[in-house]
Nanobody
Framework: QVQLVESGGGLVQPGGSLRLSCAAS????????MGWYRQAPGKQRELVAT???????NYVDSVKGRFTISRDNAKNTVYLQMNSLKPEDTAVYYC??????????????WGQGTQVTVSS
């Protein structure tokens, strides 16, 4: 079975930094697109950042200039470097992997989530 496992969450003060990691296992192909989503209590899950195997990157406006997404295609691992963290960044962060397969339905995988809390 394909599994995505996140790590790196925790408690940090405003202005601090965290680095999230997500590694996929049980899959032999390079995942087309990997990214990070987050969900705060009482709110819908939102896309934070995505990166394709070719290096195309997209960020939600609220994190531009503060967060950096990167990946290692050979390891099917995606990272999220979060700097200048704000209390509104507090959420459970979920790793996502998705792609297309010729002649088959697209696939999507989710990690279990890691808590990020930004508080003084």
């Amino acid at each position: 079975q394909v599994q995505l496992v996140e790590s790196g969450g925790g408690l940090v003060q405003p202005g601090g930094s965290l680095r999230l990691s997500c590694a996929a296992s049980g899959i032999i192909v390079v995942i087309d697109a990997m990214g990070w989503y987050r969900q705060a209590p009482g709110k819908q899950r939102e896309l934070v950042a995505t990166i394709t195997s070719g290096g195309s990157i997209n960020y939600v406006d609220s994190v531009k200039g503060r967060f950096t997404i990167s990946r290692d295609n050979a390891k099917n691992t995606v990272y999220l470097q979060m700097n200048s963290l704000k209390p509104e960044d507090t959420a459970v962060y979920y790793c996502n992997g998705a792609g297309f397969r010729a002649g088959r339905k697209p696939y999507e995988y989710w990690g279990q989530g890691t808590q990020v809390t930004v508080s003084s």
